[in-house]
């Protein structure tokens, strides 16, 4: 095992992959030289640079992704570095329209084994937080990757890389260069599409991903010391969604509050009661619970950005609030 | 036509016959198809929806794809049924995709604006305006990363050049020299909308030329000089002297749409255009050089049995069974959208 940040894990996974498939390569703003935003692809220019593996863009986040899509279809299994999820809208034509289609309408011919990689998340970076992956979620045919751990992250971007579908990657910064984790030393992947059990409980669902899952393990620890088992299921992809896993945790607790970092109308969390409501119903002991952001765009004052955020106290109170009903 | 052969001429001559015989019969078998532009739905309508037609745009889809080989790529647009007949994809298969069934070369599935043909480097016809030029770009790197000795030639029209995948895409390929050869088939209309009254400056050429791609304007209706030009452009390309660009000005004579009659313009125009038809004009040059008229009449009578043949193949294929909805999708880890 070796002790590695999110980030650090990350270019890792990708560096290995870039060895081991001479088709890898990635493309970005600012991931040459430089290293990457926030080091996001610190060191590969100096290992892949001289063999045009690694490609610094201009500011053309659509051409990119397109750009992409197109080095997919010609044999390429490409990498791209969007910098911030805050341009997803720049690139939904390109990732959703065009990427999540073409094997589609090819009737199974074409493939389009893309990673497009993305920053988000409300964080010590007081910068675009946006999370808009439920923007992905309505164009069939793109996987969306939301690791909270580092051990996860590099797994997940194996996978990814590996993936002959395009994925969205989403790398929350304020999970970035904090805890370090244990990473093992052998080549591992993490499949897409499988949530884990992070802790286990008897008395709440918890299912979370990303930042949301320290939070639910925080409240965990408080909520036990009241008695309150939860139990905190790290979604760790969107698409495809890991149904069995969360609905087993349901059926065991009775009880599901869903938490994300993105506003509840429209998005992830509503997809996942909706599955809670239509599969375990009878099941439940309450009604399912949502927690997201208010549904505003994320204001920039800390003490709005505080009162707009779901924190460990609100995943607290409504855990408590869910077990006395 | 100086350094085309007979053979040669013949060939490019049959391409666009062949084009022109899918569009008049894919025309005819859309008729009802749509509810726009004051047409009414039939209910014996064999293909559904609308079809954007390259009539009377042929000499470009066979100039330019003349000039490629089995390992070269095409972009197309939106009225990409001549760029993927000229470039090799089969008028059966073709036919069967735009009558939505299973003998399609997409197997019903993408019809007319998402036809595509990989087998034979067709990378895809596509409804968004502009779309194409960054995937013909991000092939074209590919092919580069690749070391393969192939290009792209990427089919866009002049509404394209409004749009910001054209800045994007030329200045990606100029950075990096890739082998794309851009091709601007400029029919003048943007939609129902003239595209120069849109348009600022001096169109493509000039707003290449700005970015560093070099380029050549062309008669658009001359399928020799199309041939020609491309021939140069393609040639450098293959060099590795980087991205090239091609505008070729010809008309699009149909309505934006095949139900479109297209009253929003000047009928004088149309006629104007129609008399400057490239099919009957490479004829003349044909015959002027010594190709008797019979030989030219049995290419346009072989087109048309040809597309007969795909139009009756395409009438009697079946539907795509209804489980065919739901193939094809990268798994999505659960089938409760897929019933």
């Known amino acids: 095992m070796i002790r590695q940040t999110m980030q650090e894990a990350i270019v890792a996974g990708i560096a290995e992959e870039m060895r081991r498939d001479a088709d890898v390569f990635i493309m970005g703003l600012d991931i040459g030289r430089f290293g990457g935003p926030l080091n996001s692809c610190k060191g590969l220019w100096e290992e892949f640079g001289a063999t045009g593996r690694v490609i610094d863009t201009p500011i053309s986040e659509g051409a990119i992704v397109g750009a992409g899509v197109g080095a997919a279809l010609a044999g390429k299994r490409p990498i791209v570095d969007i910098m911030f999820l805050e341009y997803l809208p720049l690139v939904i034509q390109q990732l959703g329209c065009d990427g999540g289609a073409m094997h589609y309408y090819s009737a199974g011919k074409a493939r389009v084994p893309l990673v497009v990689r993305a920053k988000y998340g409300v964080g010590p970076y007081h910068g675009h937080p946006y999370d808009f992956h439920a923007w992905l979620m309505q164009t069939p045919g793109v996987k969306i990757a939301v690791p909270a751990t580092a051990r996860d992250a590099k797994g997940l971007m194996k996978a990814a890389i590996r993936d002959d579908s395009p994925v969205l990657f989403m790398e929350h910064m304020a999970l970035y260069h904090g805890l370090r984790d244990a990473i093992p030393e052998e080549d591992y992947v993490v499949p897409l599409g499988v949530a884990e059990v992070k802790r286990a409980g008897r008395d709440v669902t918890v299912i979370a991903s990303a930042a949301m899952v320290r939070r639910a393990l925080a409240a965990a620890q408080a909520l036990a010391k009241e008695g309150i088992e939860i139990e905190v299921v790290d979604l760790r992809s969107i698409v495809p969604l890991d149904e069995a896993t969360i609905l087993d945790s349901v059926r065991k607790t009775g009880r599901a509050l869903v938490v994300q970092e993105t506003v509840c109308f429209g998005g992830s969390t509503a997809e996942v009661a909706a599955l809670i409501a239509e599969r375990s119903f009878r099941d439940l002991k309450a009604p399912v619970r949502r927690l997201g952001t208010a549904y505003v765009p994320v204001p920039f004052a800390r003490s709005l950005e505080k009162a707009a955020v779901p924190d460990d106290a609100a995943i607290v109170a409504a855990a408590r609030d869910l077990v006395s009903q | ?339």
């Open chain 2, 1 to 339: 036509m100086v350094t085309l052969s007979l053979d040669e001429g013949l060939r490019l001559y049959r391409t666009m016959a062949r084009i022109r015989a899918f569009e008049n019969a894919a025309e005819e078998a859309s008729r009802g198809g749509v509810s726009a532009f004051g047409a009414a739905l039939s209910a014996s309508v064999r293909v559904r929806g609308p079809l954007h037609l390259s009539t009377g745009q042929e000499a470009v889809a066979a100039g330019v794809c003349a000039q490629l080989t089995t390992a070269d790529l095409i972009t197309s647009t939106h009225r990409g049924h001549g760029h993927t007949i000229a470039k090799g994809a089969s008028v059966e298969r073709m036919m069967g995709e735009l009558f939505g069934k299973v003998s399609g070369c997409n197997g019903g599935k993408g019809g007319s604006m998402h036809i595509a043909d990989f087998s034979v480097g067709m990378l895809g016809a596509n409804g968004v305006v502009a779309a194409g030029i960054p995937i013909a770009v991000g092939a074209a790197h590919a092919l580069k990363l690749r070391q393969r000795n192939a290009l792209v030639a990427c089919f866009f029209g002049d509404g394209a050049i409004n749009r910001g995948p054209f800045l994007e895409g030329l200045n990606w390929a100029a950075v990096h020299a890739l082998p794309v050869l851009f091709v601007c088939e400029d029919n003048r209309w943007s939609a129902t909308t003239a595209t120069g009254a849109m348009t600022a400056g001096d169109g493509a050429l000039a707003r290449a030329a700005g970015i560093g791609v070099p380029g050549e304007r062309v008669d658009g209706n001359d399928v020799f000089a199309v041939h020609a030009a491309a021939a140069e452009l393609v040639a450098q390309v293959r060099a590795g002297q980087g991205p090239r660009l091609l505008h070729a000005i010809t008309y699009r004579v149909k309505g934006h749409v095949s139900v479109d009659p297209a009253t929003y313009r000047d009928g004088e125009e149309v006629d104007r255009a129609l008399q400057d038809d490239p099919i009957p004009a490479a004829a003349a040059r044909l015959r002027a050089a010594g190709v008797a008229a019979e030989a030219l009449a049995q290419i346009a009578l072989e087109a048309e049995r040809e597309v007969a043949a795909a139009l009756a193949a395409a009438s009697a294929a079946a539907w795509p069974d209804r489980a065919a909805s739901y193939s094809d999708i990268q798994d999505t880890g659960s089938d409760r959208w897929l019933v």
